[in-house]
């Protein structure tokens, strides 16, 4: 089984800590000649393709590579333009590598307060006083659990959907936290966590649940 990732936000909907526990790497990398039959376009400081699949290259998947040369944002990393140099035909044939670009730090940061937003919808929404908001949001290849402190932290779990024990994960996790965060003298409350006991000790704790498929009792 296997944890993605880790986010504990702020009751300001502020991202404080964020860990990627594994991020699968679908890539895929083909030499092409001219003209390019897939269409690229520039998506938030990417180049990624809009239009074409082939080979196990989908609509989405960013460059990441040029002739072997790391991709930087919209420029290969000896600066050339990426969108221009695959315009010349005199550069062609050329080995184009896609995949899934990471997210950045700054889309971390969004997604972490659109999630608290729909987290306060969905406790709106409810039909019964006191709701507990959402605990779990479900896709066919992860699944999303969050467990809210009563002072409004929220500890996010992505995890494989057949992975057991995440309910109980999430409150070992909070218990690292109280130790190993709020009882750090250096520790300001709201604030980023940055502290080594913190990471070892969640490092420790995803490596016990994806080993016994479970963290205790619950899911």
Known sequence: MV???????????????????????????KTFSYPLDL???????????????RDGIRVGHAVLSINGVDVIGKNTSDGKDILEYLKDPANYPVSIRFGRARLSSNEKLMLASMFHSLFAIGSQLSPEVGSSGIEMLETDVFKLHCFQTLTGIKFIVLADPRQSGIDALLRKIYEIYSDFALKNPFYSLEMPIRCELFDQNLKSALEVAEKAGNFGTGS
């Open 39 to 53: 269409v690229l376009k520039h998506h938030d400081e990417k180049v990624v393709v809009s239009f074409g699949q």
């Open 3 to 29: 944890i993605f990732s880790v986010y504990v936000v702020n009751k300001a909907g502020g991202l404080i800590y964020q860990y990627d526990n594994y991020v699968p790497r679908t890539e895929v990398e």
